[in-house]
Structures are given as C-alpha cells and as structure tokens.
C-alpha cells in the first residue's frame, strides 16, 4: 500500500489564460488516484492541490515543473503535508 500524502504547488510564470489548469486536471487524472484542485491566484500563480499515494503526487509535481504544460512555468514552490480530505475527484476552480 502507497503511503498517502497531500501536495500543495504554487506555479509561477504564464500559467492563466492558456488551459492550465485543465491540463493539470487532464495529467492528475491520467496519473490516476489523486484528488483535489487547480485554482487561478489574483496575483498570477495557479495553486495545486493534490492528495493520494505519493508515486502520484510526485509524478504530478514533475510534469508541474518539467512537463509539456501549456503557457510558460517560471518555477514552482511546494510543500508536503498529511491528506485532508474532503475533495471528491480532481477540480478545476
């Protein structure tokens, strides 16, 4: 059994406007396994946050930062938490 853990990913650079976070929405459920959202920030950044087994949350952290994401990712900045809960499939917000 995979461990489960919760990813929250802040993306900067061109990342709204372009279908972000449909894509990630898209890649999370490709993955398989994961939960939670995409969110548009006021201040330019889309906030991710992904819980399920970490193979997962981590293979959804790599296409974040290296992956063929529409737009431009200038960098991402995450952090590792324990799940939540509380999200019903992958949304887009």
Avoid at 18 to 31: N, P
Avoid at 59 to 85: F, M, S, Y
Wanted: net charge negative; proline share 3%; with cysteine.
């Amino acid at each position: 059994m995979s461990e489960e853990v919760r990813l929250v990913a802040w993306v900067r650079g061109h990342v709204q406007g372009v279908g972000f976070r449909w894509f990630t929405r898209a890649r999370a459920l490709e993955i398989g396994g994961l939960r939670g959202f995409a969110l548009n920030l006021d201040d330019g950044r889309v906030q991710v946050v992904a819980e399920g087994p970490k193979e997962g949350c981590e293979q959804l952290l790599a296409w974040l930062k290296n992956g063929d994401t529409p737009g431009r990712v200038d960098g991402v900045t995450e952090i590792w938490d324990t799940p939540r809960g509380g999200y019903d499939g992958f949304a887009i917000r």
